[in-house]
């Protein structure tokens, strides 16, 4: 496996979020293959945080892509985010969840769970799996083996469907929300079915 480069982030938030589908996410000795992402535009879009937070856009502003955005939603759970950005599109990718592959036992123990697909299946139970706490906010997640985003090459391809984001209230028509088709560690099972 070879870390993600700083460049792969470089790029609009719908292509990062499509493209980290199949990726593997390492997290100091936990790993899982993404089987599901949600992109998020800094313009336009009423569910980015961009929209109505000031220091999401200070964020955008002063952070390389490539960079770990953890916020606390709802008061309860951390979600991780990676910025991604090319000077016109900018954003986040939402990760939201993962196929678990190293580290199982440690993951088990932070989730009180035992079936794999009950660990990181959802946004908040990735980062309660892994240990992802706000600690890790702005924390760079590329040309790093100890966390951060691996290719996997020579893999099989993975089939991605498009489907609208959901957990949200504003926005929620976009289809930006991917998949891996038919995985059973996906948060929600996609509703509207496009092959991407």
Known sequence: MTPLSREFFE?????CARELVGAVFQWDGCAGVVVETEA??????EACHTFFRPSAR??????????AYVYLNYGMYWLTNVLVKNGS???????????PLHGLDEMKRRRRRE????????????SMALGITGEDHGQPLVA??????QSVED????????????????AKELPWRFLESACPHVSVKASTKSEV
Do not use: M, Q, W
């Not at 200070?58 to 960079?67: C, D, L, N, R, S």
């Not at 900018?90 to 939201?96: E, I, K, S, W």
């Open 144 to 149: 790093s083996r100890r966390r951060g985003f």
């Open 11 to 15: 790029r609009d938030p719908v292509t």
């Open 40 to 45: 998020y535009s800094e313009e336009g879009d």
């Open 115 to 126: 079936k794999p697909e009950d660990l990181c299946s959802g946004p908040g139970k990735l």
């Open 89 to 99: 599109e900018n954003g986040f990718v939402l990760l939201r969840a993962l196929r």
């Open 155 to 170: 893999s099989l391809p993975v089939e991605v469907v498009a489907c609208p984001r959901i957990g949200i209230s504003r």
């Open 58 to 67: 200070k964020f955008v502003e002063t952070h390389p892509a490539g960079t």
